[in-house]
């Protein structure tokens, strides 16, 4: 099955490593289990990306 959500730790190139699962209301499968991060480097990631978005809009 296709997959587009490639936070999911079941996500692979785009395919769904589960074999039978269904897609629910919200477009994922009901088995879906996000990746985590740690806190600090969720911090510095976004830090990150704000800076390059900034940039971005000042071209």
């Known amino acids: ?18 074999e039978n699962t ?7 499968c009901d088995d879906c289990i996000i990746v985590s991060l740690d806190k600090k480097l969720l911090v510095a990631l976004k830090e990150i990306q704000l800076h390059t978005v900034a940039e971005k809009a000042n071209l």
């Not at 099955?1 to 589960?18: A, D, G, H, W």
């Not at 269904?22 to 994922?28: E, F, K, T």
């Open 1 to 18: 099955m296709t997959c587009e959500n490639e936070y999911c730790i079941y996500n692979n190139k785009n395919k769904c490593r589960l």
């Open 22 to 28: 269904s897609i629910n209301a919200l477009g994922m």
